[in-house]
């Protein structure tokens, strides 16, 4: 049979150290990929929830919220780092993007980290004390202003919006669908709340004010304010939650069920080891996140057997350690009945 490359052909020297060269080069050039690692899972009901306004009943077991740690973005990750991070087990290989938005810096992301962990503990507190009869008074907060449109100074963020063209507002949707009934260029008259300038105390009342406003229009030419707006309800009962080094949504769920476990006489815990994960809206859905794999796998090397995971992430779960059960959710609700139903 005939060679198709005659073994008298030899490569030349210099195109031999050229292919060597470049496979090293490939080794250590960057690239755009992160390397995602089990984090250590912290108890929430040991210290980390303080509770003002309501009696704090004892639990006998732990809840436990996960993490992963992720490279940050500005890291050097060179193409031997990713072939060892594939070659290992407890590491996850993903693309920068679906992590980190595009040209984000290492503080821009600890800052939106930081911003999305205070709003995961916001909208813990509120399905908590809901779906425990808590009753809450609803407030629309302006959380930022368009400086494109005619609200730019007229509104600022933390006005309360109490009601435009006097119907009076409990929720974003009727701001939402009172503005299909409008178009850009009409003037809209809005009530408000607003903090004085120069306050003097905690307990000085807010000033009532009016401001007229010019909608603008969006491309599809929907009028719209230019603002921002975020829903908060305002309870009785105050909640802090304070954890090390973590940031990020997905620890609502964790947040919600031992605010729960706190909150009433009922011992769900019993002794337990709880861990778990998942976004949670006002309303107690949850929402799925990233690094479930890495996540489970943290909750079982602490001993952990039970992990609750958004019903959103179940078809990416696989090679469930031995000894813990993942049980997946789609509300807060749908985890304190499970719960509730394997105590013994």
């Known amino acids: 049979m005939r060679r198709l490359f005659p073994s008298g052909n030899k490569l030349p020297r210099f195109s031999k150290y050229l292919f060597v060269s470049l496979v090293l080069v490939a080794f250590f050039i960057p690239t755009p990929y992160v390397l995602l690692s089990p984090g250590t899972p912290q108890n929430v009901l040991n210290s980390a929830i303080t509770i003002t306004g309501a009696q704090v009943f004892p639990t006998t077991g732990k809840m436990a919220v996960t993490s992963i740690m992720v490279t940050n973005p500005d890291s050097y990750m060179t193409g031997f780092d990713i072939l060892y991070g594939w070659a290992t087990a407890e590491q996850a290989v993903l693309p920068r993007i679906e992590i980190y938005p595009d040209n984000e810096s290492v503080e821009e992301s600890i800052q939106q980290g930081a911003a999305d962990m205070q709003a995961s503990q916001v909208s813990a507190t509120t399905a908590t004390l809901t779906l425990l009869g808590y009753k809450g008074q609803t407030k629309l907060i302006v959380n930022s202003v368009n400086e494109k449109t005619d609200s730019f100074k007229k509104l600022i963020a933390g006005d309360q919006i109490i009601e435009i063209d006097d119907r009076q507002l409990t929720s974003t949707n009727q701001l939402l669908d009172y503005l299909k009934s409008k178009k850009p260029g009409e003037v809209v008259t809005l009530k408000l709340m607003r903090e004085p300038v120069a306050q003097k105390s905690s307990t000085q009342s807010l000033v009532e004010l009016t401001v007229e406003v010019k909608l603008s229009a969006r491309d599809d030419n929907s009028a719209f304010i230019g603002i921002t707006v975020e829903t908060v309800q305002e309870f009785p009962i105050s909640v802090k939650i304070k954890l090390a080094e973590t940031g990020g949504p997905s620890g609502g769920l964790v947040f919600s069920i031992g605010l729960v476990e706190l909150l009433t006489e009922i011992d769900f815990m019993q ?45 990416e779960i696989a090679n469930t350690p031995e000894g813990i059960k993942v049980i997946t959710v789609a509300t807060l609700a749908q985890a304190i009945s499970y719960l509730e139903r394997t105590r013994k």
Do not use: C, Q
């Not at 080891?273 to 090397?301: F, M, Y």
């Open 271 to 315: 002794g337990r080891h709880i861990a778990g994960t998942g976004t949670i809206t006002d309303r107690g859905v949850v929402g799925p996140i990233g690094g479930i794999n890495e996540k489970i796998l943290s909750a079982k090397k602490v001993g952990a057997t039970i992990f609750f995971a958004p019903v959103g992430n179940a078809e």
